[in-house]
């Protein structure tokens, strides 16, 4: 007798293994998605198998930070996946949030690619994850020097922006 899958698992969204061990480990997890246009980042936190989205963003808000218009389609790419990882993990700094483990749910873990860049990001931002070296994209991908226009000037501005941001002023009550 064959047993019938879940809807989710079915349709590829959900490896209920894996979602057990995470909601197991009682540890808030940053979550890492895809869509056709940008790339979703947020920290969640689980109480009784409900997750709550304490901070949640995605690669549209680089636009904010000075993402050119000419690269608008590329807010999917590997430097708006590594700022994108960057933004969120000031982010979670700044709130002085617990230290969250990396959920990439059911997306395929291929090295040097956007997942890692992400990660890179979130590790460059100050969260402690371990991780080998090998597995992040060489840093002329992550800057975008390997596009057609040289994008990684803007990339540094950017980083530079959200370094500045995240840091407190002295003396400011938030």
């Known amino acids: 007798m064959k047993k019938t899958l879940k ?4 349709e590829n969204k959900t490896d209920y293994l894996k979602r ?41 808000q680089l636009i904010k930070y000075g993402w050119p218009k000419e690269f608008q389609g590329s807010l999917k790419s590997i430097p708006a996946s590594y ?3 960057f933004l969120i993990g000031k982010k979670i700094i700044k ?9 990439f749910g059911m997306i395929k873990v291929l ?13 460059d931002a100050g969260i402690k ?14 800057t975008g ?12 501005e950017i980083k530079s922006k959200i370094e500045k941001e995240s840091v407190p002023i002295k003396g400011k009550k938030e």
């Open 7 to 10: 809807r989710r698992r079915k």
């Open 129 to 142: 994850i371990k991780y080998k070296k090998d597995v992040f994209p060489n840093d002329e991908k992550i």
């Open 145 to 156: 020097k390997n596009l057609k226009k040289d994008f990684s000037k803007t990339f540094n």
């Open 83 to 85: 700022l994108t990882g």
């Open 20 to 60: 057990l061990k995470l909601l197991k480990s009682n540890m808030p997890r940053i979550v890492f998605r895809r869509t056709n246009k940008y790339v979703i980042a947020q920290y969640v936190t689980s109480k009784q198998a409900k997750d709550k989205v304490e901070i949640g963003l995605n690669s549209k």
């Open 111 to 123: 090295h040097k690619t956007k997942i890692f860049a992400f990660l890179k990001g979130l590790i």
């Open 95 to 103: 709130e002085k949030k617990e230290t969250p483990i990396v959920d």
